[in-house]
């Protein structure tokens, strides 16, 4: 029998029942149940899809990766590949979102925007991208180069992959982001430090991007704070998007109230609030080495400089933090709590899904789930080991209800070989493996396919990242950051938990 999937919020329900020691005013007796029905740690469980094993690329034949027997996929925008506009594509293909899907003819397209988590390099072209943001190499000794990170907008037809062209560039290390519900994408950089001083703009915010590249505008959203930007999430009931930072020891979690609430391109630059989450009725709390269950209350103060520099921040607690982003430290003098480093963001069903890439007890990830309503949050997943998940970063939640993670950390060697994977996580606590890298080729296997040659190695220890779904759950796009693949996944989805 297949195991039953990860429902957030069946799931909610009973982590929230279990934990009424924090919560006073749930039922002791509801949370005995609840406790008793509950595993008391995360662990690996055989995948209700069956064992994996390698599978050839419908595209190039190769077997870039191993999937449960009925399962198929399709490669395409490898680094190097001549994009639309005649370029080729960026490497370190990263945060990816499907965010616009329609009907044309009697076809149904989609539209991906993909991130690519470049820093720096010395290619004035820009990949092509009609909005460059930052398009100066600065004065300092230190700054050598222009800033290489960027967008790229894919089209994905009945099946068929048919076109990349580039959306933004002159950005930093464009991490993860996320969709927003009137079909956009927030671009992300993970950039902490104050790139001003090497006389270039400053770094370390959000953009939004659109299918359409030509309306992309290539403007931060300074309001939603100047940090190590991770991931982001819309709640769509009321606008306000979640927001994460990755710095290890010093990374708060964020939201943005926008000031115009119409939900349109454009409407989030036009400013609004940016507050630091904090844990009701107590001071500078560290979640950083939660275990399954733990649960707590927020409630936000605000950050009323989100472009602040850098600084050292005392806490209401006495305890000092040094050298933390600007919006960081005004939220720590407030008594804000801090995570280790805040990685995917991804919304479902009235809860927000947030992951600590280097949480719990071993410093191998949690997951987070807010409810929005209630604003508790309760830790999902805690691993205890990388055989069970290794410091999962972007995180999605596919339209039945499944949520997958994709793998970041050391590499791993498990049953079916070496190599990071991507990890279902079930409503009982338990994961499975659901896919594995499995990219080692060779220049002579490269030529073959018409890839760049230098792309050959053994690429299998290299992250998953950008998983998400189409509408209608029969595609999971997912990428390997290097040597930098988009894939296309479909298979008997119903046979098991995603």
Request: hydrophobic share 35%; with cysteine.
């Amino acid at each position: 029998m297949p195991t039953s999937p990860f429902h957030p919020s069946r799931r909610s329900l009973l982590k929230s029942a279990g934990a009424a020691a924090a919560l006073p005013f749930i039922g002791a007796l509801t949370a005995l149940h609840a406790r008793e029905a509950l595993a008391a740690t995360t662990s690996r469980i055989a995948s209700p899809y069956g064992p994996i094993a390698p599978v050839n690329d419908l595209t190039t034949g190769l077997p870039l990766l191993q999937l449960p027997a009925g399962f198929t996929y399709k490669s395409f925008g490898w680094t190097g590949d001549l994009m639309a506009n005649g370029l080729a594509t960026p490497s370190s293909h990263d945060g990816m979102a499907v965010i616009r899907s329609r009907k044309v003819g009697r076809s149904t397209e989609l539209t991906l925007v993909r991130n690519h988590e470049r820093g720096t390099g010395s290619d004035t072209a820009f990949f092509g991208a009609t909005a460059v943001y930052d398009n100066s190499r600065g004065t300092a000794s230190s700054a050598s180069s222009y800033s290489a990170g960027g967008t790229t907008n894919l089209t994905f037809v009945d099946g068929n992959w048919t076109k990349a062209e580039p959306s933004l560039a002159g950005t930093r290390t464009n991490c993860a982001g996320g969709p927003t519900p009137w079909g956009t994408w927030l671009s992300c950089e993970e950039v902490g430090s104050d790139d001003v001083s090497t006389g270039g703009k400053k770094h370390g915010y959000v953009f939004e991007v659109t299918a359409d590249p030509s309306q992309t505008t290539g403007l931060p959203i300074v309001g939603m704070g100047r940090f190590a930007h991770e991931a982001a999430g819309v709640d769509p009931a009321t606008g306000i998007v979640y927001l994460t930072e990755d710095s290890s020891g010093k990374s708060g979690l964020y939201r943005y109230i926008p000031t115009n609430k119409s939900g349109v391109a454009g409407s989030l630059a036009q400013g609004g609030l940016l507050q630091m989450a904090k844990v009701k009725g107590q001071n500078n709390v560290s979640i950083i080495a939660a275990q399954l269950d733990l649960t707590v209350e927020l409630e936000w103060v605000d950050v009323p400089n989100p472009d602040q520099n850098r600084g050292n921040a005392t806490g209401l607690s006495g305890q000092v933090i040094s050298n933390a982003s600007g919006p960081f430290v005004q939220g720590w003098q407030q008594g804000a709590l801090r995570m280790n480093r805040g990685e995917g963001v991804w919304y479902f069903d009235g809860k927000m899904y947030f992951m600590d890439t280097s949480g719990g007890p071993v410093s191998q990830g949690t997951i987070w789930e807010l409810d929005l309503a209630s604003q508790v949050m309760v830790c999902i997943y805690s691993s205890p080991s990388t055989s069970v998940g290794t410091m999962g970063d972007n995180i999605t939640v596919s339209p039945r209800g499944g949520l997958l993670i994709c793998e970041d950390g050391a590499n791993v060697t498990d049953e079916f070989g070496t190599g990071l994977r991507l990890i279902s996580l079930h409503d009982d606590g338990q994961v499975s493996i659901f896919a594995k890298n499995n990219v080692n080729v060779t220049a002579a296997q490269l030529s073959a396919a018409g890839k760049l040659t230098s792309l050959a190695d053994d690429h299998r220890s290299n992250e998953f990242a950008g998983g998400c779904f189409d509408p209608t759950g029969r595609y999971l796009f997912v990428n390997i950051q290097t040597p930098g693949i988009t894939f296309a996944i479909t298979g008997p989805w119903a046979n098991g938990s995603l």
